[in-house]
């Protein structure tokens, strides 16, 4: 007896949730940038559920780039946070008013 | 020992979805960054075990290498590195009203999606357009074979994007170009020469107002 897609989709709902609500409401950069891994492993395990629901393998290549330009981001994000934070000692996204004009 | 065949399926979704939802709310409640991070790679556990129960084998397998394996990692060095394994205090509010809105906001597009995962009317529900998930074959070779004909340009391409990232990423990260002592002597004339004819032109300036 399989487990019908809705509940591994209702899953994947919560779970990007759970990020959303982390990346509004945590300040640390680093931490939001968890916050975003875990909304795109939602997605992806949304993607995962209607490959198997449609019986579709196309749903799972684009699980195959998710995670490239997962991993990409991820290397250009964490350059961008520590050449930010090289001279700074905390790392809270409410320090960062440099644009403020 | 019957009924937990049967149901073994139900088990593994349960245990797994538990797994996945505690983690995910140990990243956002966790105040050490570290923690979060050790949080994050059970839920990316957890999203493991739920590919392995839908047939995506070579995904779980990934999730586990690369995620689990390399991003995490990335993100506990950088934690290290930059020195702010420091405690936020989570509880703290610094914009007024940002919290009761974020959750508010949150429940509205939970309930969209939960509606939306409940209904069966998604999208066209035309079948296997990409090619089948299941019938003989692994399940790496349908990925492979789909990745190398269907998805062979897009697959090609993001060589081009990981080459440009760790190009981004060591222009980022490389510290500022180190002058010889001549070259800085040098600057700091040049800065000196600057400062003077600024204040030149302020006084200039304040003479004439």
Redesign the interface.
């Known amino acids: 007896?399989?487990?019908p897609g809705?509940?591994?989709?209702?899953?994947?709902?919560?779970?990007?949730?759970?990020?959303?609500?982390?990346l509004?409401?945590?300040?640390?950069v680093?931490?939001m940038?968890?916050?975003v891994?875990?909304m795109l492993?939602a997605v992806?395990?949304t993607f995962?559920?209607?490959?198997?629901?449609?019986?579709?393998?196309?749903?799972?290549?684009l699980?195959?780039?998710v995670?490239?330009?997962?991993?990409?981001?991820?290397?250009?994000g964490?350059?961008?946070?520590?050449?930010i934070?090289?001279r700074r000692?905390?790392?809270?996204a409410?320090d960062l008013h440099i644009l403020k004009g | 020992m019957l009924a937990v065949t049967h149901y073994a399926d139900w088990i593994v979704f349960v245990i797994a979805s538990l797994v996945v939802l505690s983690g995910a709310l140990g990243v956002v409640t966790a105040s050490h960054p570290v923690h979060s991070a050790l949080f994050l790679i059970q839920t990316l556990f957890g999203v493991a075990v739920l590919f392995v129960a839908q047939g995506a084998h070579f995904l779980a397998a990934v999730q586990v290498i690369v995620y689990a394996g390399a991003i995490v990692v990335l993100f506990l060095f950088v934690i290290m590195l930059l020195g702010v394994d420091r405690r936020e205090q989570v509880a703290a509010e610094q914009l007024k009203g940002q919290r009761p809105a974020a959750i508010v906001l949150a429940a509205v597009g939970l309930a969209e999606l939960v509606l939306l995962a409940r209904s069966n009317s998604w999208a066209t529900g035309a079948l296997s357009v990409g090619g089948a998930a299941d019938g003989p074959g692994s399940n790496v070779e349908k990925l492979g074979r789909s990745l190398f004909s269907t998805y062979l340009l897009p697959f090609e391409i993001t060589s081009a994007l990981l080459v440009i990232a760790v190009v981004g990423a060591v222009v980022l990260a490389r510290s500022p170009v180190r002058l010889s002592p001549d070259e800085q002597a040098a600057a700091a004339e040049e800065e000196l020469a600057e400062q003077e004819q600024a204040s030149l032109a302020a006084e200039r300036e304040d003479a004439t107002s």
């Open positions: 007896m399989s487990v809705s509940f591994y989709l209702t899953v994947a709902a919560v779970l990007f949730t759970i990020g959303a609500v982390g509004l409401l945590r300040r640390n680093l931490v940038f968890m916050c891994e875990l492993n992806n395990l995962v559920t209607f490959a198997r629901m449609l019986n579709d393998i196309g749903g799972q290549s699980v195959f780039f995670m490239v330009v997962a991993a990409a981001e991820v290397v250009v964490l350059g961008i946070i520590v050449a934070f090289r000692t905390n790392a809270t409410d």
